[in-house]
């Protein structure tokens, strides 16, 4: 940090001394993790480059229709430019997605059948994941349960994958349809799978149970490595367009990519039976789609760089973070233990302070749909709750885990570093 910014930050911003040795110690710790990651980001650019070379996009492709919108042309082709990037049959990618969520439920409502089971292999599913499976004891929504769709689930094994289980799990039950495979932690304590974890795992479920269905919720991993769940056997993925994938431009929506029918049948709980995805116009979006999907690969790796520096700044600090800055990564969240609720919300009234949209906002936990605690989110965003710009979350629960994620801007990301660590000093 040169002697202007450095000036800035203790005149303007009021950041202490300390935060300011630790954010240069930690700069140099994580120089050789930054050149691992710029060598995957200079390969998924030239990759998703090529994808839209090979379908010859055009300014052509950014008009939309109206109505119906049947053969809207830039929603089609960036259908398979995903298909190509995802090294799939076909994809489906929708402003209609209000949400991850929302195109992980359709690629499960599309997929499943009365009497099936669905079964989760890396322990709970994601928060927002419970009311679609119907776990919790509340009225009836329509949830998977209340169509006669059952869900069993294999919990990790010291924060592993626990082959015998889930071995046991599928030769006991032969309506097991769909293997659900969550990639990122969520709001969990444990590394993100890596894709060559994935890709034992599906060989392992595929040796043991060869016409399952493998899914694999993908939110947060995208462009991470230069392979993706698609890449080793996954039939059917899901994600996010205000993740990595929509390069920090996607106004909103998410995608599905996979098999050709399996993402047929999700269209059809995109829309309805019948029409699936060839209805939908799609209101000027497709200018920042495309745009967004050819800056992600960019953008997501600046989220990582700047997830490993906290990662350092943050146990130079004194505090317990997941993953270590040196263990490779497999999303863009970075987990900090606090043990303590103040610490945690201080965190992230620091993160948000830090941001470029409504840093004079104090956020505050409040009772989020959808999920079952409190959740506490810091998010400064261009985009509404858009998690690949720089923002914090946390359920207000023990023990009070901080998730940070995002930031669009490396130089940005430090500044949210500082502003956090300034807020809850050092251990
Ligand atoms: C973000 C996320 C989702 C979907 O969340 P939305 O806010 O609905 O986009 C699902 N699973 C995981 C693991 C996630 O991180």
């Not at 994580?30 to 990759?47: L, M, P, T």
């Not at 776990?135 to 006669?148: A, I, Q, V």
Request: hydrophobic share 35%; glycine share 10%.
């Amino acid at each position: 940090m040169n002697k202007h910014t450095k000036k800035l930050m203790k005149d303007y911003y009021k950041i202490q001394d300390f935060c300011i040795d630790i954010l240069e110690k930690a700069e140099k710790d994580v120089k050789s993790e930054f050149e691992y990651y710029d060598e995957i980001r200079e390969y998924n650019q030239a990759k998703v480059l090529a994808a839209f070379q090979e379908e010859r996009i055009s300014e052509a492709h950014f008009t939309n229709t109206t109505g119906y919108g049947y053969g809207d042309i830039g929603r089609d082709t960036l259908d398979k430019v995903y298909a190509r990037v995802f090294n799939t049959e076909s994809a489906l990618v929708r402003p209609h997605f209000v949400n991850g969520t929302h195109a992980i439920g359709a690629a499960l409502f599309g997929n499943l059948r009365p009497g099936d089971t669905l079964l989760s292999v890396c322990g709970t599913p994601y928060d927002t994941l419970h009311n679609i499976i119907g776990s919790n004891d509340n009225k009836s929504m329509g949830s998977l349960r209340d169509y006669n769709i059952k869900h069993k689930q294999v919990d990790l094994k010291d924060s592993k994958l626990d082959f015998d289980a889930i071995k046991s799990a599928l030769s006991e039950d032969s309506s097991i349809k769909i293997v659900h495979i969550q990639r990122s932690t969520g709001y969990g304590w444990r590394k993100s799978l890596q894709i060559s974890e994935i890709e034992k795992l599906i060989t392992f479920v595929k040796s043991v149970k060869p016409n399952v269905i493998c899914f694999v919720d993908n939110c947060y991993g995208e462009l991470i490595d230069v392979k993706e769940p698609t890449d080793v056997g996954a039939d059917l993925i899901a994600g996010s367009l205000i993740k990595n994938i929509g390069g920090g431009i996607a106004p909103t929506g998410g995608y599905i990519a996979g098999k050709e029918e399996l993402v047929e049948n999700a269209s059809y709980r995109l829309t309805v039976p019948g029409i699936g995805g060839e209805c939908g116009s799609t209101f000027g979006v497709m200018r920042s789609f495309y745009q967004g999907l050819f800056l992600a690969p960019h953008i997501a790796i600046e989220a990582v760089k700047g997830a490993v520096l906290c990662a350092r700044v943050m146990e130079l600090a004194g505090y317990e973070v997941l993953p270590h800055y040196t263990d490779r990564r497999s999303d863009i969240i970075q987990a900090i233990k606090f043990n303590d609720k103040e610490k945690l919300i201080n965190f992230c009234k620091g993160i948000q302070k830090g941001s470029p949209i409504d840093s004079f906002v104090q956020c505050e936990p409040w009772d989020m749909p959808g999920y079952e605690d409190q959740v506490i989110m810091a998010a400064g965003a261009f985009i509404q709750g858009s998690s690949i710009e720089l923002s914090a979350d946390a359920p207000i629960r023990e023990p009070y885990i901080a998730y940070m994620q995002g930031g669009l801007t490396l130089e940005h990301i430090k500044v949210g570093i500082l502003m956090a660590l300034n807020n809850v000093g050092q251990i």
